[in-house]
């Protein structure tokens, strides 16, 4: 009996040890710690339950992770600052802190774009393991310490779409001339291919395209489209969105803020926003599905890029990485990083991902083409 309760004990204090091990801080823990209230920005509308909803994943998590000692209390695009100017505002000190895509921001400097993406480059899990294990956090917080900043991932939307088209893509030549929304490195790619790239924030796209104020518009998938409405505008939805294979989303923090913090509060919301980078693309690979059968069946044709645009883009972003190299140092210093490990990547990934995904892809449709009609269909 005592042995029976001895190991019941172990079992449970184990049990209890690997939960806090694997949780956040209990709040007993900032009993002691002061009362910090925040603000953050985010680039992002209510609208977008997925995309702006992560920001609120941190602001929760922190709260309940702190007794309520620690707040941060989220504003969407708009509301403090607007959607494209979020950084700014974390850089001034306006708010503590903000919830963005750093690839808005190339226009400041090109090297932002790796703290979320560029033009075929790392997938989702890609972007984690440069993030978190392959040095790519140390290098970029290096590089926006210049910014007053320092950065933590905290989302990512896994591979997005190509975007919304009023006409077929068929050719190279037919990007001549397209005025297209799109954000980050991309735009710089595709406007050596003579398309005329436009970085409107999300509130802000549907209406220029209804307008005809763009031709083509870019945003995340499925799920965030269809809520957006961009189907009612265009009928044409390309894939894959090649510039954005995995973008990560950050939390951008005023560096003063930040050093002023407490250590435990610090990992409370490192925590966060690890929790609200898993969230993030588990939500959208669950619910981007049934989104885009909805949208296929009110009328969306779905199409894919061209193989000859894929490989014209693909010539001209790494002629374009290479120059950029060439005359910005901060660049050059993350891309040697960034791109070797990318091509170490994706040659791991080709051997059980890719096959993996491959074979089954196969036998879905294969078990699709042999199931018999249902009943009347």
């Known amino acids: 009996m005592q042995r029976r309760k001895f190991l019941k004990g172990a079992a449970l204090a184990g049990a209890g040890s690997i939960g806090v091990a694997s949780s956040f801080p209990m709040p007993a823990i900032a009993q002691s710690q002061p009362e910090i209230r925040w603000r953050l920005a985010s680039s992002f509308p209510k609208s977008l339950d997925t995309i702006y909803g992560a920001a609120e994943v941190v602001a929760n998590r922190v709260n309940s992770a702190t007794g309520g000692k620690f707040q941060i209390r989220c504003f969407a695009a708009g509301e403090i600052v607007p959607g494209l100017q979020v950084l700014d505002a974390v850089q001034a000190g306006t708010v503590e802190c903000g919830h963005t895509a750093n690839y808005y921001y190339v226009g400041k400097d090109p090297t932002f774009a790796f703290d979320t993406s560029i033009p075929f480059g ?121 510039w954005e294979g995995g ?44 989104a885009l059968k909805k949208l296929i069946a009110g009328g969306t044709q779905l199409r894919a890029f061209p193989r000859p645009v894929m490989e014209a883009c693909l010539k001209e972003a790494n002629e374009l990485y290479a120059e950029t190299a060439a005359k910005n140092p901060k660049f050059k210093k993350v891309y040697d990083s960034w791109v070797n490990f990318r091509n170490d990547q994706v040659a791991w990934f080709r051997v059980a991902e890719n096959t993996f995904d491959n074979f089954m892809i196969a036998g879905t449709q294969q078990r699709r083409a042999a199931a018999p009609p249902k009943k009347g269909g």
């Open 247 to 290: 973008p990560q989303l950050s939390v951008m923090v005023n560096i003063e803020q930040w050093n002023k913090l407490p250590k435990e509060y610090q990992s409370v919301l490192e925590a966060a926003c690890a929790e609200a980078n898993i969230w993030m693309v588990s939500k959208y690979d669950a619910l981007n599905p049934a």
């Open 122 to 242: 790392l997938n989702a899990r890609q972007q984690n393991a440069w993030m978190y294990h392959g040095g790519g956090r140390a290098l970029m917080n290096e590089f926006f310490k210049d910014y007053n900043c320092h950065a933590i991932p905290a989302g990512n939307t896994g591979a997005q779409m190509g975007g919304w088209f009023r006409k077929e893509i068929k050719t190279v030549e037919d990007l001549t001339g397209l005025k297209f929304r799109v954000g980050g490195f991309a735009g710089q790619v595709l406007s050596r291919l003579g398309v005329v790239p436009q970085q409107i924030a999300g509130g802000d796209i549907y209406p220029s395209l209804e307008k005809g104020t763009i031709d083509a518009a870019e945003w995340v998938g499925p799920y965030d489209d269809e809520k957006l409405g961009f189907n009612k505008v265009a009928k044409y939805y390309y894939y894959p969105g090649w």
